[in-house]
C-alpha cells in the first residue's frame, strides 16, 4: 500500500513534530541566548528532522515489505500511541529545567525533541510514503522555523504559553485514525 500525504497533511504532521521543539526552545528563549545560538539549535533540530524521519521511513519500508497490511496498522498505531504520549506529558506534574550553556546540551536537547520524528518516520515507511524528501524537508524546515519562533517567544513573553503538545499530540492522533480508516 503506498500513500500519498496531502500538503495539508503533511504541513500538519510537521507541525504537531515540531511542537516539543517549540516547548523546548521557549525554556531556552526564557534563559536567554544569542542570536547566533539560535541560529544553531535551530539548524540542528531542523536537520534533525530531516535525517531522523528518512532513517524511519526506511526502517518502516523494510518492516512494511515483510509484514504488508499488518504494517500499515502498525504503523497507525504508533501515530495514535505517539500522540497520546505527547498529551500525557503534558499533564505530569514534573516542570523540566531546560538548560543550554554549550557544548553537549547543543546536541543533546535537539536529539530528545526529535527522536519522535524517527517515530513518525517509521509509521509513514509501513505506508510506504511518496515524496519522502519534500515530507521530510518539510518536516526540518518548519522545525528549525518553530524552534526560532520558540527562542524568541521565550525571550518576550515567558511562561505565558504552555501546553503545546497537546495540540501537537492530538493532530498525530487524528492523523493516525484517519490512516486506519480512510
Known amino acids: 500500500m503506498e500513500a500519498d500525504l496531502g500538503v495539508l497533511s503533511v504541513f500538519l504532521m510537521a507541525i504537531a513534530l515540531g511542537m516539543d521543539a ?8 526564557l534563559q ?18 530531516i535525517i531522523l524521519p528518512l532513517l524511519g521511513i526506511y526502517l518502516g519500508q523494510i518492516l512494511g515489505a515483510f509484514a504488508g497490511s499488518i504494517a500499515t496498522y502498525f504503523g497507525a498505531a ?8 505527547m498529551i500525557y506529558e503534558e ?11 554549550a557544548g553537549w546540551q547543543f546536541i543533546v536537547l535537539p536529539v530528545s525533541v526529535s527522536l519522535d520524528s524517527l517515530s513518525i518516520g517509521f509509521s509513514l515507511g509501513t505506508f510506504g510514503i511518496q515524496k519522502l524528501f519534500f515530507v521530510t524537508g518539510v518536516f526540518g524546515l518548519v522545525a528549525a522555523a518553530m524552534t526560532a519562533a520558540g527562542v524568541a517567544l521565550g525571550l518576550k513573553i515567558g511562561h505565558a504559553i504552555e501546553k503545546t503538545s497537546i495540540l501537537g499530540g492530538t493532530i498525530l492522533m487524528i492523523i493516525g485514525v484517519k490512516m486506519l480508516f480512510f
Open 91 to 101: 499533564f505530569k506534574d514534573e516542570e523540566e529545567e531546560i538548560t543550554l550553556k
Open 22 to 29: 517549540f516547548s523546548m526552545s521557549i525554556g531556552v528563549g
Open 32 to 49: 536567554g541566548i544569542s542570536t547566533v545560538q539560535t541560529g544553531q539549535l535551530s539548524f540542528i533540530v531542523g536537520v534533525l528532522h
Open 78 to 85: 504508533v501515530l495514535i500511541i505517539l500522540g497520546a504520549k
